[in-house]
Structure formats: structure tokens, C-alpha cells
């Protein structure tokens, strides 16, 4: 089956870096993503990678993809309270439907 | 990037009765469209792939007659919850597939069930 795991929770305080962790299991994905959500609101693509790649940074957004251990990271540099959110990593699967992942729930901390 | 709509925003329906949820692609075309479903808490599940012009392919474990899903046009697809009960209140998202790695959700439509 398709599972994609995170861990649940992650509090960190404001300026510090926010890592958050994923792991996949299909080594077919195209592209992986992450994607915030806000309480009470729909989906904001953040970032995505294409498979091919091993690093992305896009400003305070660094994203790592190694695709031997199916593992997918995203860097939050210098993480602010509005960061707080519940963050997805999602894969592609097959035309473009996306598996996500259990989500993790950061809260920053001033 | 390209705009999806949902409506309603927020639904509340009495135990029973049916609910039609429209996904609709505003500025592009959309020969495929994708039905999540999350409940409070917890991830997006995807329940159907929505296909204009042919029938809906549904997930494993997602029953096809309880949510019925029509492809009216290249601009429209909905979701049409029936017979809901309680347990069928959540967060429906639609999402439709644009080139290479894009993905345009939708804002998603709140389904509370009484």
C-alpha cells in the first residue's frame, strides 16, 4: 500500500529552524510536495521537488529528497508564530493523484 | 495559478438527506478532478478520481453509490453525498491536475451532518 509518514508534532521557538520529516513508499513518484494548512482553511503548496532532484531552496524553505532511504525533509529557516500550521508531504501517484502524508502540527513559540 | 472553486463553503444537513458538493475549474479545463476527504485531525484521503465523460473511479473502501460523483463538463464536477449520517461530516476538497507538477485544490466545503 501507499503510506506516507510523519512525525506528529514538532514546537520550536521563534527564529530557530523547523525541520520536518517524511517518508514515502513508492520509489515511482514524480514529484513530491509540501503543502500548510491553516485551521479551518484548504491546502497552500509551499514547495515541491521533482524526483530527479536532491535539494530545493526556495527563501526560508530548504527541501532534501533521498530517494534511496524514500525520506523527504523540509527546513524552515528562521521559523515565525505565522509558521505555525499543520504541514503534508504529499507524492505523486500514477496521473497526478497525490498520497498525503499524517501531517505534522508545528507550533512556534514566541 | 490557476483557480478551483468549491461551494457551498460550509454545509450543515440533517441525518438522511442528501448534499451536492460542485467543484468547478474557473480559468482552465479540467478532463480529470480528484475528491479528498479529511476528517478532523487527521490527513487527506482520496476517495474518487472524477472523469469528464466517463464513470468515477473510486478508492478502495469508498462506496461508489453512497458518493456519487458526475463529470458534467470540462469545468464541472460534484459530489453528491446521499443518505448522510453523522459520521460522514468532513473537510471535502477537490483538486484538478494542471501541467507537470501542478495541482489546484480547491478551498474546500465543510459537510456537517445532524
Known amino acids: 500500500g501507499e503510506d506516507v509518514e510523519q512525525s506528529l508534532f514538532l514546537s520550536v521557538r521563534e527564529g530557530d529552524s523547523s525541520v520536518i520529516n517524511c517518508t514515502y513508499t513508492?520509489?515511482?513518484?514524480?514529484?513530491l510536495y509540501w503543502y500548510k494548512q491553516e485551521p479551518g482553511a484548504g491546502l497552500q503548496l509551499l514547495t515541491y521537488?521533482?524526483?530527479?532532484?536532491d535539494m530545493k531552496q526556495d527563501q526560508r524553505l530548504t527541501v532534501l529528497l533521498n530517494k534511496k532511504d524514500k525520506h523527504l525533509s523540509l527546513r524552515i529557516a528562521d521559523t515565525q508564530t505565522g509558521d505555525s500550521a499543520i504541514y503534508f508531504c504529499?507524492?505523486?501517484?500514477?496521473?497526478?493523484?497525490?498520497?498525503f502524508g499524517t501531517g505534522t502540527r508545528l507550533l512556534v513559540s514566541p | 495559478g490557476a483557480v478551483v472553486s468549491q461551494h457551498p463553503s460550509w454545509v450543515i444537513c440533517k441525518s438522511g438527506t442528501s448534499v451536492k458538493i460542485e467543484c468547478r475549474s474557473l480559468?482552465?479545463?479540467?478532463?480529470?478532478m480528484f475528491w479528498y476527504r479529511q476528517f478532523p485531525k487527521q490527513s487527506l484521503m482520496l476517495m474518487a478520481t472524477?472523469?469528464?465523460?466517463?464513470?468515477?473511479?473510486?478508492e478502495q473502501g469508498v462506496e461508489k453509490d453512497k458518493f456519487l460523483i458526475n463529470h458534467a463538463s470540462l469545468t464541472l464536477s460534484t459530489l453528491t453525498v446521499t443518505s448522510a449520517h453523522p459520521e460522514d461530516s468532513s473537510f471535502y476538497i477537490c483538486s484538478g491536475p494542471g501541467q507537470g507538477y501542478e495541482q489546484y485544490f480547491g478551498p474546500g466545503t465543510r459537510l456537517t451532518v445532524t
Open positions: 521537488i521533482f524526483s530527479n532532484m
Open positions: 504529499a507524492e505523486s501517484i500514477g496521473f497526478q493523484k497525490l498520497v
Open positions: 513508492d520509489s515511482s513518484s514524480t514529484y
Open positions: 480559468d482552465f479545463q479540467a478532463t480529470t
Open positions: 472524477s472523469n469528464e465523460g466517463s464513470k468515477a473511479t473510486y
